[in-house]
């Protein structure tokens, strides 16, 4: 293994130039200073997110032959596909932080109970950041489920330094997995990076996922920023008609620090359209703040969005912990 890289070790590539890890070619980089960081922290406006919001969990079924997608919060969803339970990046800690006393503090408690959970067959992980890969979580679903983790290249030796014993798939853009049932797990790329300290960044990859299975596709977007949109229309051109996208809409200001890495909802639905997705959830917001929007922010400039666009708002709903949406039809 590098000793530059702790995480990974490959041939370069497009996307890999023999220790970190990149977006694709002539899309924004995403590397921010100590110094750009320190400027946002001066202007960030005072806007205080509530302490708390009332959550009242559900009790899911035990397996679904259809599709369903029930919000835990944040990025963490379970999805029911052709009797698969799948979880995406579950996070059921009070913070998304390294830290058990300090670092954003969720503001929802989680839609889904962890004892309430079924049977969890397959957990699909995007990046290595806080809020989308925490350990204690995971330990936890390691124990009571041993689900099939599967993430980009990198991750898997993050994971395994904690659990040695979990099962653990790692690829890169482009590889598949098998899920059970005939299914499928592709990576697909997004506009990202990584990091879980101050010297590691981008030396683990990033990724969003599509799920074929039970004759439907679904595409869990990760974190991303637009960029060109290429990628997007790409995914398009690959897959063909994407029965469901998952699409981050938080979590984007200041937009001269986020854009890169972050959209906007104006951006997702866009997003939305470049798939050709027949409908959407939103996620990634509302749970922990994390940048300088209003709590409700991302939900009311979706639906702004939508009326300007003339889409109709049922087919991209903004998710709240422990709603549940069916699309077996």
Known sequence: MSARNPYYQGPVTDHFDGTRFLNPLGEPETDRSLGDLLRWRRTAPNNPWPSSVEVVSVAPDTRVDGLRVTMVGHATLLIQIGGLNILTDPVWSDRASPL???GP??????????????????????????????????RVLHARHDPLIITPLGNDVIIHNKLPTARVASGDWGDHFDIGSGAKAHI??????????????RMALWGGFMIEAAGKLVYFAGDTGYGTGDIFRAIRARFGVIDLAILPIGAYDPRWFMAAQHCNPEEAIQIFEDVGAKAAVGMHWGTFKLTDESRKEPESRLAAELAVRGIEPARFVAMHPADVADFSQ
């Open 105 to 138: 503090k969720r503001v929802t408690s989680p839609g889904i109970e962890l004892a309430d959970l079924p049977q969890i067959d397959a957990i699909l992980l995007s990046h290595n950041h806080y809020d989308h890969l925490d350990m204690a979580t995971l």
């Open 188 to 201: 697909v790329p997004a506009l990202h990076w990584s990091s879980r300290g101050p010297r590691d960044r």
């Open 100 to 102: 058990s006393f300090a």
